[in-house]
Structures are given as C-alpha cells and as structure tokens.
C-alpha cells in the first residue's frame, strides 16, 4: 500500500483484505468444524507473515486445518511428519549426484519438504533439537543452506507446526529460541457437542467436501502489504510495550504473580508479534488504526508460548495463559482505569 | 496526501473541547469519589483539638492558660477548621494528580463503543502523521467525534460513604472538648491524677498500712519514710530487724508489695535475704513462710516443715552432701550443680525421701515461684544412667545397667559424643587381628606341552559335487563405469607426479 494514496484508497484495501479473508475462511469452515477463533488465528499468521504452533490433543482436526487452508490458498503444500529419526537434510533437502544430459554428472540439490509456501510440521516436538534448528533459519530468515549454497524461500512462507502437549514421552520440547519465532501458540480445544454432530455428518457420510482455491500466493502477498500499512498510534504502542514489559519478572509493569512465577519474559520479538496481529484485527473489525483493543485481543495468543514459568509458577499449577490474564489485568487500557 | 489543514484543525479542536468535557467529569466523579475518605480525616484531625485541650488541662496545674479560659465555642470553631482545612487539602490533592489527555480520551472511546478511534485520531493529529490509512482513521475519529456530543457520562457516585468510626470520633471529639471547657464538676486535675496514678490493689495487706491512713494516699510516699541523701542505707540485717520489731518495711519493699500480688514479691525478696548469707539465718525468711501460708488459706502448712526449718535445711544437706548457700546465689540449698552424681549413697537414700514426698511437693514448688520463677523440680536430681561400654564385668557377666551411651566413667569411649571429646584416652576395642578377607592369590608354574595336530591333505579335498548357481553379477551404469575408467586413467598420472 503506497503512503500517497487515499483515504479511499485505504478503504478499498481494507475491504479488499476482508473479502479474502472471509472467503478463505468459508472455505476452511467447509471441512473444519467449529474452532473459530484458530481458524483466525491461523488466517492472522498467514496475513502477518506468522508461523504458528497448533497445540493439542490427536483427533481434533490440526493437520486437516492446515491442509485445507493450502487448498483455500493455492499454495504449495508439504507435510513434514517429524520422527526421532529424522535429520536435517531430510527436512531441508541435499545434495545429489545426478547424471547430465552429455553423459557427465554433476551435484545437484534436491529440495526437501522444507521448500514449500505453506508447512506443516506435524509432531514438531518429535524431532531432534538438530532437526529442530534446522527450522530455524528456514522460519527467521525465510531461506535455507546446504553446503555453501543458500536458498532463498518462496514467499509467502509459512510453517504451521503441531504437537501434542499430552504425550511427552520420547519428545523434544522446543527451545524457547525457537518459540519465539512462532507469531501465535493456538490451543486447540475439544469442539462442543453441536458440532459434534456436524463433524459426524461430514466425515461418515459419503459426501465429500472439496475446498476451492479462493485466492493465491501473490494476492495474499499484497495483502500482507496491506497489513503492514495500518498505522499504530502511539498509544497503542506503549500499551503493547507494557504488556510485553509485564510478562518479564522484576519489570515495571510486572504483576506480583510474575515476578513470583516466571523465569522468562517475553522479547521484543513479543512486541512486534502483537502489533502485527492488532493490525490484522484492526482491519477485520473495519478500522484503519489499531486500538489497544486489539492488542489485548492477540495477547494470549502471541504471549503464551513466550513466557517460560520457573519452578514455583510450575509447582503451583500456573499456566502461561494465568500469567498473560494477570498482566492484562494490572495494564488497564487507556480509559478502562476510571 | 495530507487532509485539509482545516479538518485537522476543526478535529483538534473538536477533540481538545471532549477532553475538557471528560477531564472536568472525570475530576467531578473522582471527587466525589474521594469525598467520604477525605471527610473522615477530617473528622480524625478534628479529634486532636480536644487532645490538645486536654494536655493543656495537664499542664495548667503547673501553670499556664486552662482550656477553661478558651471557651467552646472558640474550640468548635477550631475543630470546625482543622476538618475544613484537611477535607479540602486531600480533596485538592486527589484534584491535583495529573489526568492523562489519552486516559480520558479512552474513556470516551470506551463509552461511545467506538474501538479506540477517537483516540487514535488524536494521536495522528499530534503526531501529524500521514497516509491513506491515517486519513481514513482521522475520517473515522471525526464520525465518532460528532457522536460524542450526545454522550452522557456516567454519574459515578460516590462509592462509600463515610464510615460511623469517623462520625464517632468527631462526636467524641466534641464531646471531649464540650467536657474540657465546660465540664466543672469534675476537676480535670484530678481527673489526670487518677489516670495517672496506679489503683489500689486488693492484695495489699491491711497491717502494712496504717490505719486510719486513706485509701488514696496509700502510694503515695511520706515524706518521712524517704531516706536522706546522706544517710546511709540501712543493712539487711537491720532491716530485719526492724521487719520484726512491727516497724514499717523499707521503701523497696512496700513499693514491692503494692505492685505484686499477694505478697509474694516481698516474700522473694525477704527469701534473698535470707540466702544472701549463710551464718545469719535471717527470720524474715520465718516471716516469708509465715506470709506465704497467710495468702493461702486452703492449705494446711507442713507441721515438720513449718516448725523447724533449720532442720530441714541441714537435712537436705546431708542428702545431697553439697555445700549449698555459700555463695549469694539464689539461697538454695539444693544446688544441682554441685551435687556428686555417681554417688550412690544418694541413690540408695532416694526410697527414704520418698516418704512424705508428696506433702514436699507443694513446699518446693511455692520455694520455687519464691526464688523468682518455674525452676527444674530439684526432686527430680537423680544420678545419671549408668552409661558403663564395657562388654562386662570382671567375671565375665555382662553388665545390666550399661546401655551403650558413654557414662560416668573417666575412660573415655570409642563410641558417640564422648568420643569426640580430646585428651582422654580411648581404649582399643579391636582384639586379634584384622580381617584378612576372602581374597586369595595362588601362583603356579606349569611347562607349555606340545600338543599333535592332524594337518589336512589338499588332494582329500573333493570336487564340489552340485551346481554354483547363478552368479549375481552388478552391472555398471555407463556412467559409473566412465567413473571407474576416469579414475584408473588419472591414476598413473597421479603416481608419475
């Protein structure tokens, strides 16, 4: 979005983001059931230029989430079931020695799963911390290296990771470099009992559901620029910053609670993950800034996998979602105060 | 491209006028709100006047203006301004604290349900922010901006009211100073003599007064029984000698028995002058136990006891065989300390003091709250368990009283906390000699013999009598056998250099 254009101009890109988001998400909605607010929560990382980590119990419906949104989207979609066994260079592709066309050979690389618009990293707990960081680079810096050659990645990229937060045996939890590379942590919930009953409608009859592509690769990267457009008052900024400021203990901002329960804070990095989501909230609730609404709308979902709880948080039976409540509780909003 | 400067400023101005409206609602609402609080330290300040009033009622019986003099209406109206003046002291401070521009605008945002707009538009204009997303949000601040006129603020009233403590105190207070300037039937002199002055005990015996003395003047000193500066104090012995000529105590002891209960202070205090030297057997401390029993009616003194005290105590220091009030310590002559614990004379004694043990117990316990407090029941001094570790006695018998946990002996053992005390021998408990353990090692020489082998004849080996088979044979791609031919073709080269 260009900074000499319009007032209209900006409304049509906003209506623009809305038809497209609304459409993509009628189109996840035919295959997955109920779970609103991660389907939005997914459809923000994508517009935000976000990965997400999907936790929850098997059965719920996390990869057919991710798949389904690759077909909404018409990107170019790789599943990556993640193993113990696995190791980086099946994930991130290698080298191999192939046979040219004059009868000579030569190195050349085989791309990896990892090369792809949309990523699902299934059971990314799984993994090696080796395997592990290979996502790394591939998430932050949106390329990959093998050898000495680097590989841009195509945008848009993104990784869409799952795990299981209940079977822990023989995983790898992920290190907190790595989560905080993801933009949200959504937790997947048990569907409520009316749709129950749509999900056995759809999945034990014979009907199958096809999801039509509604959109593409470069209208979702306009829309991104579109995301990026939105301005951020400056009061909206200080609230974000203190918000993130009261996730680290000791801080000035800081609840009680953290400064008891928290071994870790969140990073700048939080900061910016929560003004790029309040800006995509901005532009689905029709608004041309973002409020402090917004953000506080986004803080859990930006904030939980951020905060690492110490010993006494853990002993206590704090979750990180407790620590994300009481920060949001003690940094009132302008005009909540009074 | 930038929007009018006229909306913009018609914006600014538009948002300057709401936030001088929300300012002035907010201060009102929080006013309000602090109103109950700040009337009630008015009510509490207004209650040091009559305080005042009263210390100056005191102070006037060394001179000075009486709170008489001023008057009440005079420490009304005084009372009346310190509440004023505190009220609206705290109320100007809660005025007074900063109100911030985006706190209020949040506010409105927050009422009019317009999702940070309004606020967001102010920020813009501050900032002079551009683009077409600014503009759009100032566009959106304006339509919220023309909804605001209609906006009602809420009442707010006033959260808590004040407190019935607070009303309380400013009655009393009024009162009290109603009572200061006002109040002549009762002196206020007088009044603060009797608070300051301790109220006659019931304790206090009647024959240490005088009779016809009053009640009140029963604390107070006489200026007769108070010592001159220069005369000297007098001793102990005479002064217990003058105890038992009737003639009134020292001063030490009265002001002990107006203080204590019972008497039984001063019955402490006789009782350390009786230990305090041994060659003057004081009978004050006849005189203590004689008071000590008058204070407790129900119980029937000891006839032994009571009769011949000097008995009793040569008694026990026969029992104990320690040589008990040499020093000026507590006076007893039961000292723990310096009795000898392995004596067994005591051991085989103790059945014999069982008789009549009980009728001591009171004796000693009520000996004991006379010494000034609990002490340890001294008829619990028992000598120690016979900690003995030898294995046994010199005939071989094992020993029944040992248990293991060092002893009394001057041999020190190689066991527990003795052991670790220095300078005293320990005896070598390990007989013959240590273990050699299990572990053997046998050494043996043996010669190598030769051994006949039967070696295998080439031409025994027959013929395989079935087919091989087929022979997998791994044919080369072409261009791994151009690999392979490569390599053999740089080899010679390779080893020519």
Known sequence: ?338 | MKPASDERRALREGLAQLHRRGHREHLSRVTRRALPAAIESGLWAAAVLPVALLALALLARFGGPHPRDIGLLQAFIGMLVIAAAVTASRLWLVRSCAIDRAEVLGECDRLLDSGGRLLAADDFIRTEADGPFVAAALQEGREALDGSRELQFPAGGSAARVRARAIGAGLAALLLAWFITHGTSLKIDQVAEVDTTVPPTAETTPDSRTPDAPVDTATQVPPETRPEPNSKPPRRGERAESAQDGTPPSDQVKDSKGRTKGGRSSAAKSSSGSGASRGAPSSQSQESTESEESAKPGKQPKPGKAENPESERKQEEDASGATAGRGSGSGSTKNPSTSDWTSKDHIEAQPDDDQGEDADVDDEESDSEARGGVQPSLRDRRPPVNRDLQIGFASGRPNPDANGRGGPSPQKKSRGVASLVLGVPIPDHIKGRANPGRTKVTQERVEPEAEDASPAVAESRRARENPVGTIERHELTPWMRELVRNYFKRAPVAQEN
Not at chain 1, 40 to 63: I, N, Y
Not at chain 1, 122 to 151: C, F, H, W, Y
Not at chain 1, 200 to 214: C, F, K, W
Request: charged share 25%.
């Open chain 1, 1 to 338: 979005m260009s900074m000499q254009g319009t007032a209209e101009d900006a409304r049509k890109a906003a209506q623009e983001f809305r038809d497209v988001h609304d459409k993509i998400r009628d189109q996840v909605g035919r295959m997955m059931v109920g779970q609103k607010d991660v389907i939005d929560g997914v459809l923000a990382a994508l517009f935000a230029g976000g990965h997400v980590l999907l936790e929850g119990v098997p059965g719920l419906g996390k990869t057919m989430l991710v798949r389904s949104l690759g077909d909404a989207v018409h990107l170019a979609f790789s599943r990556i079931q993640f193993t113990p066994d696995m190791m980086p260079a099946d994930i991130r592709g290698t080298q191999v020695l192939v046979e040219t066309e004059g009868g000579g050979h030569e190195l050349r690389f085989q791309e990896g799963p990892l090369v792809a618009n949309l990523v699902l990293a299934d059971e990314i707990n799984r993994a090696t911390p080796k395997t592990q960081s290979a996502l790394l680079e591939a998430m932050q810096e949106r390329q990959i290296t093998v050898g000495k050659e680097t590989r841009k990645l195509a945008e848009p990229y993104c990784v869409m990771a799952t795990q299981n937060p209940v079977e822990q045996e023989g995983t790898y939890p992920l290190p907190e470099a790595q989560l905080d590379r993801f933009l949200f942590k959504l937790v997947v919930g048990y569907p409520a009992e009316s749709e129950y009953h749509e999900i056995l409608d759809r999945t034990t009859g014979s009907e199958e559901v096809h999801i039509e592509p509604v959109s593409d690769a470069a209208e979702i990267l306009r829309l991104r620029d579109v995301v990026r457009s939105v301005p951020v008052p400056d009061t909206t900024k200080t609230h974000a910053v203190r918000l993130v400021m009261g996730t680290q203990p000791g801080g000035e901002w800081s609840p009680d609670l953290v400064t008891e329960s928290v071994a870790l804070g969140s990073s700048p990095r939080g900061a910016q993950a929560l003004l790029l989501a309040g800006k995509v909230q901005a532009l689905r609730a029709g608004r041309f800034a973002v409020s402090c609404e917004d953000v506080r709308s986004v803080a859990n979902a930006v904030l939980r996998h951020r905060v690492i709880l110490n010993f006494q948080g853990q002993s206590d039976g704090l979750t990180p979602d407790d620590i994300v409540d009481a920060v949001l509780a003690h940094v009132p909003a302008p005009g909540d105060a009074s």
